[in-house]
């Protein structure tokens, strides 16, 4: 299969990580539909770690614990297929879960085949309990053939956390999408964190496979055990999802959609930013921090001829984003300049050619969608 744009859907692990069961993922499937999220994009709906029994069967195959899901995997997949979703589950490449449970380790190719028959459309791959003797690269890539072998579409999410440098080797796997970074969590400063971890890593994000920041926390509002009430603001949640979108990664919603706030199901879905997000060429960004590393500029080639243009500031004080044109190659004599539309306001910029800055409150952004003019 072809994975064209980076993924987008939900994870159930920000929000109810050991808490999950079917009725979950049944009612966060209807909300993916009712509020217009599926219509923006948001198609996989995925069960993170803690959906089976510590024990496998008497054949060896996975068993899903009959108390969290009593309809069984199949029945649950069908459903969330009904809908016109698509259906994820969570293993992992070591000897067992992160949460202790049997994991795929030497039991790849029958674990694949195990999803294949429960409909299974998307796995997210964990690292936990990988043993250190064992090349971690070579079972990522054991992995991807057995998905491979099912004969079905099945996303490969890999998600080792970064390790053994990731990105110059998981391509090569087959995988979908890489998770680079330690666990995301509701606060400003772990998405600060996880973005300034790709300032030299940008570049290996493409088509086909893509660098997978973690999961949203947009609109979490401390709910869950890793939620922290009151930790992020909604300039937070904003700044958040623009990172994401000019980094081209994989948006899977963490939060519980089920009560989700009109203002993030409106962010989560801001078209400027998913089209962004999503463009057909995944660019890296160029990262400019001329400034301060605290207010940095990302400019970002779209196809069409078009490009995206962020300032952020990621000071807990008042500052000012700013641009300089010729810090990418602008310079006032070229005969070019840029005209550009502000995508949560819709302030639009024209001419510009030299120096630009705007004052910026704490962790807010702008983004601009913009083309050249003679
Ligand atoms: C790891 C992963 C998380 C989540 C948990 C589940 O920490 O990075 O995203 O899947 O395991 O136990």
Redesign the pocket.
Same mark, same amino acid.
């Given at each position: 299969m072809v994975m064209s744009t980076p993924p987008m859907g939900w994870n159930s #692990?920000n929000t109810f990580?050991f808490h999950i069961n079917e009725t979950i993922i049944r009612e966060t499937a209807e909300a993916i539909v009712s509020k217009g999220l599926k219509d923006a994009g948001y198609e996989y709906v995925v069960i *993170? *770690?803690w959906w089976s029994l510590k024990e496998r069967d008497k054949d060896g195959r996975l068993v899903a614990n009959p108390e969290l899901f009593p309809s069984g995997m199949k029945a649950l997949s069908d459903y969330v297929h009904s809908l016109g979703l698509k259906f994820g589950m969570?293993s992992c490449a070591g000897l067992r879960? $992160?949460?202790g449970f049997p994991a795929s380790f030497d039991r790849e190719f029958l674990d694949a085949q195990t999803f294949a028959d429960w409909g299974v459309d998307y796995l997210?791959y @964990?690292f936990?309990f990988f043993p250190h003797n064992a090349v971690g690269r070579n079972y990522y890539n054991r992995m991807s053939m057995a998905l491979k072998a099912t004969g079905r579409d099945i996303v490969f999410s890999a $998600?080792n #956390?970064g390790a053994d440098e990731v990105e110059k080797w998981i391509r090569s796997t087959g995988a979908h999408l890489y998770?680079s970074t330690g *666990?995301i969590f509701e606060s400003f400063s772990s998405v600060k964190d996880i973005a300034t971890s790709q300032w030299s890593k940008e570049k290996y994000s493409a088509p086909g496979c893509y660098d997978d920041l @973690?999961m949203l926390i947009c609109g979490m509002d401390g709910q869950g055990d890793l939620g922290h009430p009151n930790a992020c603001s909604d300039t937070d949640y904003k700044t958040h999802f623009a990172l994401w979108c000019m980094m081209g990664s994989p948006l899977m919603l963490g939060n519980d959609v089920r009560v989700m706030r009109p203002e993030m199901v409106e962010l989560v879905t801001n078209k400027d930013l998913l089209r962004i997000d999503a463009d057909a060429e995944c660019r890296n960004p160029i990262i400019l921090t001329t400034n301060s590393e605290l207010t940095p500029t990302y400019f970002k080639h779209l196809s069409n001829n078009e490009f995206a243009l962020a300032m952020f500031n990621f000071s807990d004080d008042a500052g000012n984003g700013d641009f300089r044109p010729w810090e990418i190659g602008l310079t006032r004599n070229a005969g070019f300049s840029l005209d550009m539309r502000e995508v949560f306001t819709g302030e639009e910029l024209h001419g510009v050619n030299d120096f630009i800055w705007t004052p910026l409150a704490p962790h807010d952004c702008k983004v601009f969608i913009g083309k050249y003019t003679v």
């Amino acid at each position: 299969m072809v994975m064209s744009t980076p993924p987008m859907g939900w994870n159930s #692990w920000n929000t109810f990580n050991f808490h999950i069961n079917e009725t979950i993922i049944r009612e966060t499937a209807e909300a993916i539909v009712s509020k217009g999220l599926k219509d923006a994009g948001y198609e996989y709906v995925v069960i *993170d *770690d803690w959906w089976s029994l510590k024990e496998r069967d008497k054949d060896g195959r996975l068993v899903a614990n009959p108390e969290l899901f009593p309809s069984g995997m199949k029945a649950l997949s069908d459903y969330v297929h009904s809908l016109g979703l698509k259906f994820g589950m969570y293993s992992c490449a070591g000897l067992r879960t $992160c949460g202790g449970f049997p994991a795929s380790f030497d039991r790849e190719f029958l674990d694949a085949q195990t999803f294949a028959d429960w409909g299974v459309d998307y796995l997210k791959y @964990d690292f936990c309990f990988f043993p250190h003797n064992a090349v971690g690269r070579n079972y990522y890539n054991r992995m991807s053939m057995a998905l491979k072998a099912t004969g079905r579409d099945i996303v490969f999410s890999a $998600c080792n #956390w970064g390790a053994d440098e990731v990105e110059k080797w998981i391509r090569s796997t087959g995988a979908h999408l890489y998770r680079s970074t330690g *666990d995301i969590f509701e606060s400003f400063s772990s998405v600060k964190d996880i973005a300034t971890s790709q300032w030299s890593k940008e570049k290996y994000s493409a088509p086909g496979c893509y660098d997978d920041l @973690d999961m949203l926390i947009c609109g979490m509002d401390g709910q869950g055990d890793l939620g922290h009430p009151n930790a992020c603001s909604d300039t937070d949640y904003k700044t958040h999802f623009a990172l994401w979108c000019m980094m081209g990664s994989p948006l899977m919603l963490g939060n519980d959609v089920r009560v989700m706030r009109p203002e993030m199901v409106e962010l989560v879905t801001n078209k400027d930013l998913l089209r962004i997000d999503a463009d057909a060429e995944c660019r890296n960004p160029i990262i400019l921090t001329t400034n301060s590393e605290l207010t940095p500029t990302y400019f970002k080639h779209l196809s069409n001829n078009e490009f995206a243009l962020a300032m952020f500031n990621f000071s807990d004080d008042a500052g000012n984003g700013d641009f300089r044109p010729w810090e990418i190659g602008l310079t006032r004599n070229a005969g070019f300049s840029l005209d550009m539309r502000e995508v949560f306001t819709g302030e639009e910029l024209h001419g510009v050619n030299d120096f630009i800055w705007t004052p910026l409150a704490p962790h807010d952004c702008k983004v601009f969608i913009g083309k050249y003019t003679v």
